[in-house]
Every structure is written in structure tokens, then in C-alpha cells.
């Protein structure tokens, strides 16, 4: 398998912390930049709650980092391309000799 580790992308992971007022809010980490190759997968267009929203799948390559590393992406982070947001829904070793992972992640713009 050939991949080519061209594009940094910053790994995030979710914070919560009360608001004060029963709730909580949501903010986002940078645990740090890893090197990927981006792959296109299906795209669809779903109907939104203001307007038709876009939802793209990916395959996002990485180098391989061991069960339990923080450099190895989980499935409740998300990947950073500047303005570009790609959600984390699976991760698994891309080739037999465990060199490479791939994300299976899902970027939504607006159609």
C-alpha cells in the first residue's frame, strides 16, 4: 500500500465544562499535528434544519501509533485542515504490517 503523508492535520479532542446555568458547554483541544493523506469516499446531501446540508465521508491515512497512545486517533476526536472539520468515526490499521492507520471520518459543509 502506498500512502503519501502530505498534509498536516491538527488531532482534537472534546472538552466539557459546566456553564453555570445546569448545562454544559463544548470546546475543542489541540492534542497535536499529524501528517495524513486525505482520501475521498461517498458523499450524500441530507436535508438540514435551515437548508440541504452536505456530507462527505473520507479515508484519512496516518502512521500507526499503538492502542492507548495519544497520537493514535479515537473515534469521540476530530481531525483540523484549517477552516476543515473532519469527525472521527472509526479508526483501524490500513495494511497487514500495521504501518499505517486510516480514519474513517465524515466532513459536513453546507450545499
Known amino acids: 500500500m502506498r ?8 488531532l482534537e479532542e472534546a472538552v466539557t465544562a459546566p456553564d453555570g446555568a445546569g448545562g454544559f458547554t463544548t470546546s475543542w483541544v489541540a492534542l497535536g499535528t ?3 493523506e486525505l482520501r ?10 435551515i437548508a440541504p446540508e452536505g456530507r462527505m465521508l473520507f479515508r484519512v491515512y496516518l502512521r500507526a501509533a499503538p492502542q492507548g497512545s495519544p497520537q493514535r486517533p479515537r473515534p469521540d476526536q476530530r481531525l483540523r ?3 476543515r472539520l473532519f469527525t472521527i468515526l472509526a479508526v483501524s490499521e490500513a495494511d497487514p504490517a500495521g504501518a499505517y492507520l486510516v480514519c474513517h471520518a465524515q466532513e459536513e459543509v453546507p450545499a
Open 40 to 49: 475521498p469516499g461517498a458523499g450524500r446531501e441530507l436535508r438540514g434544519t
Open 81 to 83: 485542515e484549517g477552516a
Open 34 to 36: 499529524l501528517w495524513a
Open 3 to 10: 500512502v503519501t503523508l502530505n498534509r498536516p492535520m491538527m
